[in-house]
């Protein structure tokens, strides 16, 4: 399992795997907390039990697969209520089976590796975790924070003594909103300016291996303000093929 890491705090860890979706460790005095736990296809436990040797909780920014996938590796996962069913969804059979496809195409798993057990692996043991609730770590305390856009229930973490917000694929520099469990336009920009209140200035997303400034979310907000089909191009996405879905970009 090949994996780029970086330690942009002392106490936060951000990984990358071959798939391209990151997984973070925030590291308190007493407790730690595991932000998202990928794919499953290679067990991260294992890699995360290295740099962690108290307590830990592992938190979902969303129910999607590439983000949830890895919950049956752990103990318990807490998710979002809002992307429960998104969760069960996205962990069936079937797209556990266009997880494994896509490794093979990426040549990340040979013929010896134990597919049907990885198909068929029952969801993991989940508990909801609510919008509002403070973990203490410690030294640190992380509150949940509605992010709702990407998904109706997608959550950020804030880690308050350092200002300095995890956003999963809630914000970040490509966005999809054409998913049946997205919300309206309308309410990802009401988030936008809702979070953009809150008391951090650094925040760290789902996919990349970069600390952004707080000030990024102002181009969010004028893109998603922009974004309308007749000034976008019309794009289609492995897995996702459907006519109406359009791209706005802008630098």
């Given at each position: ?55 830990y909780m592992v938190i979902c920014t969303h129910g999607h697969m590439d983000h949830s996938s890895g919950g049956f590796l752990f103990d318990k996962i807490y998710l979002p209520e809002k992307d429960i069913e998104l969760y069960k969804k996205h962990n069936s059979t079937e797209k556990r089976t266009k997880n494994i496809v896509d490794a093979i ?147």
């Amino acid at each position: 399992m090949n994996l780029n890491v970086i330690n942009p705090y002392p106490f936060v860890y951000h990984f990358r795997d071959t798939q391209g979706v990151c997984f973070s460790i925030i590291k308190g005095k007493d407790k730690a907390i595991v932000v998202d736990c990928g794919y499953g296809i290679f067990n991260i436990r294992e890699l995360i039990e290295n740099y962690i040797d108290t307590p830990y909780m592992v938190i979902c920014t969303h129910g999607h697969m590439d983000h949830s996938s890895g919950g049956f590796l752990f103990d318990k996962i807490y998710l979002p209520e809002k992307d429960i069913e998104l969760y069960k969804k996205h962990n069936s059979t079937e797209k556990r089976t266009k997880n494994i496809v896509d490794a093979i195409s990426k040549q990340l798993i040979t013929d010896e590796y134990d597919k049907e057990t990885y198909i068929n692996m029952p969801l993991a043991n989940y508990e909801i975790i609510e919008i509002g609730t403070v973990i203490d770590l410690g030294d640190m305390h992380v509150e949940i924070i509605g992010m709702e856009g990407h998904t109706k229930g997608s959550i950020g973490l804030l880690v308050k003594e350092h200002k300095l917000l995890f956003t999963g694929d809630a914000a970040i520099s490509m966005i999809w909103m054409f998913l049946e469990e997205s919300t309206d336009k309308a309410t990802y920009i009401e988030m936008l300016k809702r979070v953009m209140k809150l008391d951090f200035t650094h925040f760290i997303t789902g996919h990349l291996m970069t600390v952004f400034e707080k000030k990024i979310f102002e181009h969010y907000l004028e893109v998603a303000i922009e974004a309308k089909p007749k000034n976008s191009e019309r794009v289609t996405f492995h897995n996702f093929e459907r006519p109406n879905t359009f791209q706005y970009a802008k630098k």
